[in-house]
């Protein structure tokens, strides 16, 4: 089934639908992600990879916000989401469920690897943080990897929704490749 905008703003999944969507098994975690648009287009990012769940943690809003809403275009409402208070908690659940679960951090890091130079597996958290903080450090201290992306201009650091966009799509290249 693919939804063009218009019927997603105006859509629900019935709960027959919502089970029925493949997943991939992909974490995504907002470790204090401030900006609603952001949150919003991570939804949709969400969505595009049919990651299995995002979860949003800390100071960040949640749906239903209006900005998330717009932002998403109702995609909240097609992706599996949940809240914890902090991203640690989050991870630590979803390791106990999952043990192979695989925690990488999308961050600029003295530990930060090339993001096109990881390998990725599967079950895989991918945590992105504040927009000018970052991810915490008690999240980089638990991750199996960081990853970042070249800068080569003279801007230092790219939105969070885009880095994840990137880093989403180098992991799951992977996926298709299997």
Same mark, same amino acid.
């Given at each position: ?17 919502? *089970? ?26 969400? %969505? ?12 960040? &809003? ?25 991203? *640690? &908690?989050a ?7 999952? &043990? ?7 961050e ?10 990881? %390998? ?7 945590? *992105? ?14 991750? %199996?990897?960081?990853? &970042? ?10 939105? *969070?929704?885009?880095s ?9 290249e ?5």
């Amino acid at each position: 089934m693919k939804l063009g905008a218009k019927e997603l703003r105006t859509t629900k999944p019935t709960p027959e639908e919502f *089970v029925k969507i493949k997943k991939n098994p992909i974490y995504i975690i907002l470790d204090n992600v401030l900006d609603t648009y952001n949150i919003g287009a991570i939804f949709r990012l969400a %969505d595009a990879v049919a990651a299995e769940k995002v979860i949003i943690c800390g100071e960040s &809003e949640t749906p239903p916000h209006t900005r998330i809403k717009k932002a998403s275009i109702n995609t909240t409402e097609w992706v599996d989401w949940g809240y914890a208070q902090t991203a *640690v &908690e989050a991870l630590q659940k979803l390791k106990i469920k999952n &043990e192979k679960l695989k925690i990488v951090a999308i961050e600029q890091h003295p530990r930060a690897v090339s993001y096109d130079q990881y %390998d990725y597996s599967f079950p895989l958290a991918l945590v *992105v943080g504040h927009e000018s903080r970052g991810v915490s450090p008690e999240v980089l201290k638990i991750a %199996d990897g960081v990853v &970042e992306l070249p800068m080569f201009g003279v801007n230092k650091s790219l939105n *969070v929704m885009v880095s994840l966009g990137i880093v989403l799509y180098k992991a799951i290249e992977k996926i298709s490749n299997v």
